[in-house]
């Protein structure tokens, strides 16, 4: 899948579930969750030892699914998300072989930044889509606001994550620049451990519902 087709996807959906699996028996049910939610992305992160295995399920399970590789920091993980079948990758810095990898690969690869000089080093290995964070930590909305205002003209665009929830997600939707928000709240660690794939449900419905208002489809 291409870059421009994932970002039209994530953009659609307003918000990436970022969530982190300990067992791969969960997958299955957490995208009927998020799907019944009207939700068809999800990032999976490596942090436990199910991510491959996780993110290999749901590539073939749910087609439909946009299924993503969270928390990527070296080349090892970019050879196991590809391997695995995910179509996106992110990472909460810019390491330049981990972006050389990620591109040698054909994984649409998005690092992470939180300053200006860190923005120039993504766009000068040839990246313009970039993870913000920890957006909520550096100030927020207007913090993102402000680091993207000189770098818009040259097509940098934001996926601000971290500390952010239906309350907040909004305020960084109504950003020029911004193409979707990570959010762990629709589907956090404890949420997943009890199975409580219908409150994952109604989370994942109401940050659609609101994303659509907002963007002028329903109300």
């Known amino acids: 899948m291409s870059n421009d087709e994932v970002l039209r996807r994530i953009g659609s959906a307003g918000v990436i579930p970022v969530v ?12 009927e969750a998020l799907l019944d939610g009207g939700l068809s992305v999800v990032e999976v992160t490596f942090r436990t030892e199910a991510v491959a295995a996780a993110i290999a399920v749901i ?10 590789a969270g928390t990527v920091t070296d ?10 079948g995910a179509l996106f990758g992110v990472s909460p810095g810019t390491s330049p072989a981990v972006v050389r990898a990620a ?20 766009l000068d290995l040839g990246v313009t889509t970039m993870k913000f964070f920890p ?12 680091i993207l205002a000189p770098y818009l003209h040259l097509g940098v665009r934001l996926i601000p994550t971290g500390q952010i929830d239906d309350g907040s997600a909004s305020e960084y939707w109504a950003l020029n620049g911004v193409v979707a928000v990570g959010g762990s709240w629709i589907a956090p660690a404890g949420l997943i451990a009890e199975g409580a794939w219908d409150e994952i449900s109604r989370r994942a419905r ?11 489809e329903y109300a």
Not at 59 to 68: D, H, Q, S, T
Not at 103 to 122: D, K
Not at 206 to 216: D, E, I, K, Q
């Open 75 to 84: 080349t090892r993980q970019v050879a196991l998300a590809t391997a695995a």
């Open 206 to 216: 109401a940050a659609t519902v609101r994303y659509r208002a907002l963007r002028g």
């Open 103 to 122: 591109h040698a690969s054909g994984l649409v690869f998005w690092p992470g930044v939180c300053t200006p000089t860190e923005i120039e080093r993504a």
């Open 20 to 31: 982190t699996l300990s067992s791969v028996d969960d997958a299955a049910p957490l995208c």
């Open 59 to 68: 590539a073939e399970r749910y087609p439909e699914m946009l299924v993503g």
């Open 135 to 146: 957006a909520g930590a550096l100030g927020g909305a207007e913090v993102v606001r402000a």
